[in-house]
């Protein structure tokens, strides 16, 4: 199994539509056939979408009494071998957080869409921020790697959704699409194309299920019903499941494992985009709905002869530090927009430890509009 | 012991961590027994265990698929793979403060949906594992290590709670009974939905010593003393049913069930 090209389960063409649907037919296309969900907004619409294609694929949804059981069921579910996931916002996203970290210590491959409104607590639920993304790496007990993806787009929400399913399946480990309301919600043109790549969950019947000879590697996933006797469980095990709770060497073999499982193959998960880079003497470095504003910023104030640039991330977790650290040698400043107050610049900050890293936050329930990325980036020049 | 039992098992991982005298042991046997007595297929079998003593009684011991999930979700996880493959039969081992406390919404969702599995609950009226704190099943006046004065709050009649939310085969057994308490597993299992077996079990480490039982057999003698068929309780007066165990069947609703599938 592994990668394999698919024809798209969508006819290809082009598409008008919502950010959030976006993303549950990109989910559906990379070959989510199970969602549990729990109404939130601005997260809503991808239930709704998946409820209305579903039947067509021979997908199975419930919709659960909390975000507690979305997730746990999502983790049954993928346990069966399905791919599976849940949509939700930033109250939701909280409840979530054990079963999170449950997922990434059974290494239970599932996708979890974020559609980040402001916050903290209930916020302000139709208006934009993205004040989850430390919480997305950091929100459950212990320590561990996540993936997390950004979108800008109602295009790159699906294709986000199955990069995200092909990460988390060939990684087997959560992955976040930290979306947001702007993002969610807009309506714009969606390219669908003909075929795709998705990746098939390995399987190697007799293999330990939960450990590799590499310090590395990703076990091979039986399902439950495949006559393996599996042992799943949350407490520290062996490769075959079995509880160690008192081992403290197999803790650490594990949980190194499942950090280095994804850290050592950053690269193949890093995606960024560089506009403007390579004469840039201020570099903007932007994610998710603001970068589009960013992007509008540079544009103008190349027209007026500035060197500027934009590093957008499309990939939060792992953090793409590599990129920004040798950016960081070639350019003197960096300014971080966000719509929150201050998370992904103290990575850029740890990251570029030379470079001068300027914060411009905005925690509004607005988008960042050009104009006031415009006025930050002349402060900077002059 | 009847040697089919052995191919329902994991003989390598015994002893269990049980403690001496624990009532979930009984529970455990009684699993093991109704299974291999139905002849149940292992393949198509899969046990969810949730957090806290009872959580031993499945996990690692019975030979079948086992996922061991957090504290107060198995119902959660269970009806997520039930949806997922409804060729497989599921049996979640869990205990009161799991299944009716942390997880009580789970519960009486899970029931009201009417989901195609079995939960058995361990019932010992109190957090074995955490040092014998107060459940929400823990009777009125008994002592724990946080109601040094004893128990002043009500506790939950699992059985009421879970009908009424409308699970469709629930009943009561005992550790004390063990006959009855693997005919009535194997009621459960062969029922088609949600079904319930509250198992009243004793935790002689933080119960039984502070509430005055000397021995884990002095607690199975209260049990059987103390518990009344249902058939029997309703001939008594209230007074009479006072501090009473009702055992026995209190539904077993005919064949409605769902399984959450929109795609037929």
């Not at chain 2, 014998?132 to 009649?157: H, K, V």
Request: some cysteine.
């Amino acid at each position: 199994m592994g990668y394999r090209r698919i024809k798209s389960s969508l006819d290809p063409g082009h598409y008008f539509m919502q950010g959030d649907e976006a993303l549950a037919e990109g989910a559906i296309s990379a070959g989510c056939r199970f969602f549990a969900g729990y109404p939130i907004t601005p997260a809503s619409e991808i239930m709704n979408r998946i409820v209305q294609r579903f039947p067509q694929v021979q997908g199975k949804f419930i919709q659960m009494e909390d975000e507690l059981s979305s997730i746990a069921a999502v983790i049954g579910a993928a346990w069966t071998g399905m791919k599976a996931m849940t949509a939700t916002s930033g109250p939701g996203f909280s409840l979530m957080m054990e079963n999170i970290g449950y997922a990434v210590a059974t290494e239970t491959p599932c996708v979890i869409a974020d559609i980040q409104r402001v916050g903290p607590a209930t916020g302000q639920a139709t208006r934009v921020g993205s004040g989850d993304i430390m919480q997305a790496k950091w929100g459950s007990h212990g320590d561990y790697q996540i993936i997390a993806l950004s979108p800008w787009s109602v295009q790159e929400m699906y294709d986000a959704a199955v990069r995200a399913f092909n990460l988390s399946e060939r990684f087997r480990v959560p992955v976040i699409i930290l979306g947001d309301a702007a993002v969610g919600h807009i309506w714009e043109t969606l390219e669908v194309p003909a075929d795709l790549t998705v990746f098939e969950r390995e399987k190697k019947p007799g293999a330990p299920p939960f450990g590799t000879p590499e310090e590395d590697g990703v076990p091979p996933m039986p399902s439950l019903g495949d006559g393996e006797n599996l042992i799943i469980s949350g407490s520290t095990h062996d490769g075959f499941g079995y509880k160690k709770n008192e081992d403290g060497a197999v803790n650490e073999r594990l949980v190194n494992r499942l950090s280095q499982k994804i850290l050592r193959h950053a690269e193949e998960i890093w995606e960024v985009e560089a506009h403007d880079l390579d004469d840039s003497e201020v570099v903007i470095i932007a994610y998710g709905f603001v970068a589009r504003s960013a992007l509008r910023a540079v544009h103008e104030l190349r027209q007026e002869g500035k060197k500027v640039g934009l590093l957008r991330l499309k990939t939060l977790w792992p953090f793409p530090e590599k990129t920004i650290r040798d950016l960081s040698g070639r350019c003197g400043t960096f300014l971080v927009p966000e719509m929150n107050l201050g998370q992904v610049v103290r990575e850029v900050q740890r990251v570029a430890r030379s470079a001068r890293v300027e914060s411009l936050n905005q925690i509004d329930g607005e988008p960042i509009y050009p104009q006031k990325i415009i006025r930050a980036m002349k402060g900077l020049l002059s | 012991m009847n040697k089919k039992y052995f191919s329902y098992m994991r003989p390598e991982r015994y002893p269990h961590r049980l403690c001496p005298g624990c009532g979930h042991g009984i529970v455990q046997g009684a699993v093991i027994r109704a299974l291999s007595e139905m002849e149940t297929p292992l393949k198509e079998l899969v046990l969810v265990a949730g957090i806290g003593c009872a959580g031993n009684i499945t996990n690692m011991y019975i030979k079948a698929d086992t996922i061991h999930v957090t504290h107060g979700r198995p119902l959660a996880f269970a009806t997520g793979i039930k949806i997922a493959n409804p060729q497989l039969n599921l049996l979640v081992i869990s205990g009161d403060g799991d299944l009716a406390s942390i997880g009580g919404n789970h519960l009486i969702h899970s029931a009201r949906r009417n989901v195609d599995l079995t939960v058995v609950c361990a019932n010992n009226g109190l957090y074995g594992t955490t040092g014998g704190q107060l459940a929400a099943t823990t009777p009125l006046g008994a002592i724990t290590s946080t109601t040094p004065q004893g128990n002043q709050e009500p506790p939950f009649d699992l059985c009421h709670l879970v009908a009424g939310a409308g699970g469709s085969y629930v009943a009561r057994s005992s550790v004390a009974h063990p006959v009855h308490l693997i005919k009535t597993i194997k009621r459960a299992f062969s029922h088609k939905g949600f079904s319930f077996v509250d198992v009243i079990s004793i935790c002689p480490v933080q119960y039984g010593r502070r509430n005055h039982f000397r021995t884990p057999g002095e607690m199975i003698q209260w049990l059987r003393k103390n518990t009344i068929p249902k058939e029997k309780a309703r001939t008594l007066s209230r007074e009479e049913r006072q501090g009473k165990i009702i055992m026995g069947e209190f539904c077993t609703e005919g064949d409605r069930t769902w399984t959450g599938d929109l795609s037929t």
